[in-house]
């Protein structure tokens, strides 16, 4: 079945330091949605990616799209303690399923 | 608007009770998903509901796992006979159309001891 991987498992930075997601779908995706969850909490919806090659922003945090639609990328620049939490990419499979990535989990030393 | 309301917040269970979660949706959204979620793991796709029809639960368990969301009340997720294997937090989204944010709820975390 359709597999999305999120690389890395884990990461820890340094308040102020950026940081990387990488999100990868075995299957073209119709679009593709981000979402965060912090400790103890539910997700919640941060973006949705649509069109290929497709770039947007939210302040520090920088969404891209590939261009095969197979894959994106959650870029945050110069962290805050508040960024702590796991970050989920969903690929919306066909018309109506979400497959969630397996997240990264971003912890920030102060 | 009152958001995703899931209850019980935890549910404590013994093996071989059954387990009933609910979910109501956000007002004026007729699309439901429930996922599961096990500690440091994702969200994994059980089922997905529009009112009155089960659309897809390729991702339930044919055995002791059922779903239903009727015309009138809350969007069940029922488990029959519950195993300790059972026990994770279950989240319920909904949206209003398909190609839609999902907002999620607080989730039910299930124990089963």
């Known amino acids: 079945g359709q597999q999305v991987m999120q690389i890395p498992q884990y990461q820890h930075v340094q308040e102020g330091e950026d940081f990387t997601t990488y999100c990868n779908s075995s299957t073209t995706l119709s679009n593709i949605q981000w979402y965060k969850q912090r400790p103890g909490g539910h997700p919640v919806f941060l973006i949705q990616l649509v069109k290929s090659g497709e770039v947007k922003k939210q302040k520090r945090l920088t969404f891209q799209f590939g261009e095969a639609k197979k894959n994106s990328s959650l870029h945050i620049t110069a962290t805050q303690t508040t960024d702590v939490g796991t970050y989920f990419c969903?690929?919306?499979?066909?018309?109506?399923?979400?497959?969630f990535g397996t997240g990264t989990r971003l912890k920030v030393l102060a | 608007n009152a958001g995703v309301m899931q209850n019980p917040r935890h549910l404590v269970r013994r093996r071989g009770q059954e387990a009933r979660l609910r979910c109501s949706p956000m007002?004026?959204?007729?699309?439901v998903y429930w996922y599961r979620q096990l500690p440091e793991e994702g969200l994994k796709f059980m089922v997905y509901l529009q009112k009155e029809n089960i659309i897809d639960e390729s991702g339930m368990p044919k055995e002791r796992f059922s779903a239903e969301f009727p015309k009138e009340g809350p969007s069940i997720l029922r488990i029959q006979q519950v195993v300790r294997g059972d026990s994770a937090a279950y989240f319920c989204a909904s949206s209003p159309g398909t190609v839609e944010k999902l907002f999620f709820g607080s989730g039910t975390q299930l124990s089963v001891l």
């Open positions: 007002k004026g959204h007729s699309h």
């Open positions: 969903a690929g919306l499979s066909g018309t109506y399923k979400y497959i």
